[in-house]
């Protein structure tokens, strides 16, 4: 029978006789492993932030309304606390595709003609009593906008085709206000 430590013995003999044979310092770089740059831990990090990032981006650029509606929030913004009828109600309300022996709906706040990214644009502001305030702009040349909803800049926005076909932008504060003002302004359903 061996020795159990034996082997032991000749595992520290070989190590000696090995570390005498070979200078001490650091091992030939070749047996080093080489990490490829794409694993290293920063390159992955600012990868997932870029992506992060870009969806983001993508996010809110998804969600932007089209320009001409992010013109009429910039200009409903501004003319917020304008008060006044600057036009004859009549075309107005022609424009907007009323009837226009009618009055105007809700409580008319402003009236007037206005300049949108270059467009002219009819400016109607109201209060309507189980909705709020809300602001609709037509406009005077055929334009090109798809129907669609959103929230944009603190006001929620609505794009609506009118009851003579043309589309209408409706911007409110309150989302009660737009639901209130397309029966209104919208045609009836079929």
């Known amino acids: 029978m061996s020795h159990p ?6 595992d520290l003999r070989a190590r000696a006789e090995l570390a005498l044979a ?13 990490t490829p740059w794409l694993a290293r831990r920063w390159v992955q990090t600012c990868g997932v932030l870029a992506l992060f990032a ?3 981006l993508g996010g809110v650029l998804a ?8 013109g009429a929030i910039e200009h409903e913004y501004y003319e917020r606390t304008l008060r006044g009828s600057f ?21 008319p706040q402003l009236m007037r003609p206005c ?11 109201t209060f309507f009593e189980k909705g709020g ?6 406009f005077d040349q055929p334009i090109s906008l798809p129907e669609g909803e959103g929230w944009w800049n603190n006001v929620y926005w609505q794009v609506v085709t009118g009851r003579d076909g043309r589309p209408l932008v409706l911007v409110s ?7 209130v003002a397309l029966r209104v302004f919208a045609p009836p359903p079929a």
Not at 115 to 125: F, P, S, V
Not at 173 to 179: N, Q, S, V
């Open 63 to 70: 969600i932007r309304p089209p320009e001409l509606v992010r």
């Open 133 to 138: 305030l809300v602001t609709v702009f037509a």
């Open 173 to 179: 504060e309150k989302k009660r206000a737009l639901d």
């Open 22 to 34: 070979y200078e001490a310092g650091d091992a030939p770089a070749h047996l080093y492993r080489h």
């Open 87 to 107: 036009m004859d109600q009549d075309k107005l309300l022609a424009h907007m595709g009323l009837e226009a022996a009618r009055p105007a709906p809700g409580y």
């Open 54 to 56: 870009t969806t983001l």
């Open 5 to 10: 430590h034996s082997e032991d013995d000749f």
């Open 115 to 125: 300049d949108i990214n270059g467009r002219l644009a009819y400016h109607l502001t």
